[in-house]
C-alpha cells in the first residue's frame, strides 16, 4: 500500500512539474506574441510569428523538441496553445476571424494577349508594354474567367490587365519546386 501511494505522489509531482512547464511556456509566449501588432498581420503571419515563439520559448525552458518533427511540434503547440487560450485568448480572436485571410494580390500586368497555351493546365502568355513576355497560369476560377471563356478563339491581341499571386509548386519533372504566377483576376479594355 505504501509502494502504491509513494508512486503515486511522484507521478502527481511529475505531472505539476510539467504542467508547470507549460503553464510558464504559454506566458512567455503570449508575451512573445504580443510583442507584435496583431491588427495589422494575416492570419498565416500570426501563425508563424506564434510558432517561432513557441520555439524560442521551448528552447529557452530547455524542452526538448526536433523542430524537424512536425508531429512533435504539433502536440508541443496544443499543449502550449491550451494553456494559452487562458493567460491570452486575444490571440485566439485573431486566429478565429475569417476576415484575417491573406490580402489578395497586388501584383498586376498590364499588355496583350500573345496566345493561350491549352495542356493539362491552361496558360496565358502576356506581352507587357515593356515587351517582356509573361506567363500565366490558369488553376482555378478568378474574376473575369467567364468572359476569358467566351472570347477563347479571339484572344490574340486583346489588351488586358491580370492580377495574379505567384505560388510554389512542386515540379516532379524538375525535382524542385517552381514559382507560378496563377490568375487572380483578368479585366479586358
Given at each position: ?5 509513494s508512486?503515486?505522489f ?6 505539476s512539474?510539467a504542467?508547470d ?5 504559454a ?8 510583442k507584435?501588432?496583431l491588427?495589422?498581420?494575416?492570419k498565416?503571419e500570426i501563425?508563424?510569428k506564434?510558432?517561432?515563439?513557441m ?6 525552458q530547455k ?5 524537424s ?7 508541443l503547440?496544443e499543449?502550449v496553445?491550451?494553456k494559452?487560450?487562458?493567460?491570452c485568448?486575444?490571440?485566439?480572436v485573431?486566429?478565429?476571424?475569417d476576415?484575417r ?11 496583350t494577349i500573345?496566345?493561350m497555351i ?10 507587357d508594354?515593356n ?8 488553376l ?6 467567364e468572359?476569358l471563356?467566351?472570347?477563347s ?6 489588351k488586358?490587365?491580370?492580377?495574379f499571386e505567384?505560388?510554389?509548386?512542386y515540379?516532379?519533372?524538375?525535382k524542385?519546386y517552381l514559382?507560378l504566377?496563377e490568375?487572380r483576376?483578368l479585366?479586358?479594355e
Amino acid at each position: 500500500m505504501k509502494f502504491i501511494i509513494s508512486v503515486a505522489f511522484i507521478f502527481s509531482f511529475l505531472f505539476s512539474s510539467a504542467q508547470d512547464v507549460f503553464d510558464k511556456m504559454a506566458q512567455e509566449t503570449c508575451d512573445c506574441i504580443n510583442k507584435n501588432d496583431l491588427s495589422k498581420l494575416t492570419k498565416d503571419e500570426i501563425e508563424t510569428k506564434l510558432g517561432l515563439c513557441m520555439i524560442e520559448i521551448a528552447g529557452n525552458q530547455k524542452y526538448d523538441i526536433d523542430v524537424s518533427d512536425a508531429e512533435a511540434g504539433r502536440k508541443l503547440g496544443e499543449k502550449v496553445g491550451a494553456k494559452m487560450a487562458t493567460v491570452c485568448p486575444k490571440v485566439f480572436v485573431y486566429l478565429l476571424d475569417d476576415e484575417r485571410k491573406p490580402t489578395e494580390p497586388t501584383k498586376k500586368v498590364e499588355g496583350t494577349i500573345k496566345k493561350m497555351i491549352e495542356g493539362e493546365f491552361t496558360y496565358l502568355l502576356i506581352k507587357d508594354s515593356n515587351g517582356r513576355e509573361v506567363k500565366l497560369i490558369w488553376l482555378r476560377y478568378f474574376k473575369g474567367s467567364e468572359e476569358l471563356l467566351e472570347k477563347s478563339g479571339k484572344l490574340e491581341g486583346k489588351k488586358v490587365t491580370v492580377s495574379f499571386e505567384e505560388i510554389e509548386c512542386y515540379s516532379p519533372q524538375a525535382k524542385s519546386y517552381l514559382v507560378l504566377k496563377e490568375i487572380r483576376e483578368l479585366v479586358f479594355e
